[in-house]
């Protein structure tokens, strides 16, 4: 299959969904579909947009499902998957919508702490939690951060703390992992996938840090023996690709791993939607919607 049949597939899904859970929709894996469909352009966007304006609580956040109010940290993604589904219509559809999860983002705090000996991270800094009244965790506040800085509110203070904070979860050598750096001493592994995140996030932020450059060289040796999962070389290629060092394999890299999803029988939506936003070749970012999509290079990965 093509590239452009894959995004065709995606536009026709009924529902979006991990691997693991094919019956019923979640809201991680629709909001990361209305972005690889916003991002290439594909009117079948507001499909899975309004489905996520439906989950949308009184509150403004966003739950893990239609029946499943809680977690709430994929507010984040849906914020900025409203954000490109109105950008890619030219509409303001779901300003509403974005309003009220920004406003509900804003106010979101991961539970903080006194410094400990026993942690190597900062525990003082606020970031976003993946469950309420628990601590700030990496992945989280990077998505958070990342939907915030797109809409505009880069020098909000609580911005500027997740970014002090994604950074200050860096390993020494750079790469990062869940968001511990250092435990009972011991110095923690990086992780591909969150080291993606991490720098896809902080991009378009000025932080002046050499693990910053150490992550990046991690994401560049990782990814290029091609043993990674979809998801985790899909955040690579898209942390890489939002700091200009978009690997020359990359095409060929997201290809195979296409050939390697077409191979399951059930794969879902979710690593597609990622696949997707990892083949483009524009960073990942609201004023990219001004300059059109490059889709035409899957043609030459048939």
């Known amino acids: 299959m093509r590239v452009s049949d894959h ?36 009117p079948a966007v507001k ?6 304006a439906k989950c949308q609580q009184k509150n403004g956040s966003v739950g893990a499902s239609q029946t499943q109010s809680t977690p709430r940290w994929p507010t984040s993604l849906a ?62 506040t990077c998505f958070f951060v ?8 880069a020098d909000h203070p609580r911005v500027k703390v997740g970014v002090q904070m994604i950074a200050d979860r860096l390993l020494p050598e750079g790469g990062c992992n869940y968001g511990n750096t250092f435990v009972l001493g011991q110095q923690l592994l990086p992780h591909l996938q969150p080291s993606g995140i991490a720098m896809w996030a902080i991009a378009e932020h000025q932080v002046s840090d050499s693990r910053i450059e150490q992550t990046l060289e991690y994401l560049e040796r990782s990814v290029a023996d091609n043993l990674v999962t979809p998801n985790s070389l899909s955040f690579a290629l898209l942390g890489l690709t939002a700091f200009n060092r978009r690997p020359q394999n990359a095409d060929q890299l ?26 483009l070749r524009q960073p990942f970012s609201l004023s990219s919607l001004a300059v059109q999509a490059q889709t035409a290079y899957a043609e030459a990965l048939q």
Not at 257 to 279: D, I, V
């Open 47 to 52: 499909r899975s947009a309004r489905w996520l």
């Open 79 to 140: 914020t900025l998957a409203w954000a490109f589904a109105d950008q890619q219509s030219k509409t303001d559809q779901f300003q509403t919508n974005i309003q009220l999860a920004t406003q509900w983002s804003l106010n979101d705090y991961g539970r903080t702490g006194p410094r400990s000996g026993q942690a190597g991270h900062d525990t003082t800094l606020a970031g976003w939690s993946w469950a309420a009244d628990t601590h700030s965790w990496l992945e989280p």
């Open 7 to 42: 995004l065709e597939k995606l536009a026709a899904a009924d529902r979006w969904n991990y691997a693991a859970n094919p019956h019923e929709s979640a809201t991680e894996p629709a909001a990361w579909a209305a972005l690889a469909l916003a991002m290439h352009r594909h």
């Open 254 to 279: 997201v290809a195979d791993h296409f050939r390697r999803l077409e191979s399951k029988s059930n794969p879902g939506t979710y690593h597609q939607s990622l696949l997707l936003l990892a083949a």
């Open 146 to 153: 990342r939907a915030l800085t797109a809409l505009g509110y």
